[in-house]
């Protein structure tokens, strides 16, 4: 599933999950993509995304979402916020 929502001029990318035996296989890319294709649709340009520091998997989220074109915007303790600006 992806979770996002909408909120001023920012399309906020809540979570993505991909079950463990279908991880590897392109689908959170391709939700991703589909996000993406909703927000500009939605007349938005950026979707903002974080990774909380805590979380399991929380490397393996962060190389995801920088392989998917997002770039550090902020960071703190516990959470790492990224944008990415929609062509």
């Known amino acids: ?46 979707i903002l995304g974080s990774v909380n520091l805590n979380a399991n998997g929380a490397t393996e989220s962060l190389k995801a979402i920088l392989a998917c074109g997002f770039e550090l915007k902020n960071a703190d303790n516990n959470a790492i916020f990224l944008v990415k600006t929609l062509k």
Do not use: H
């Open 1 to 46: 599933f992806a979770l996002y929502w909408f909120f001023g001029e920012f399309c906020y990318l809540e979570d993505i999950y991909v079950k463990p035996e279908y991880r590897q296989t392109g689908i959170a890319r391709s939700m991703l993509e589909a996000v993406e294709d909703i927000a500009r649709k939605s007349g938005y340009n950026k």
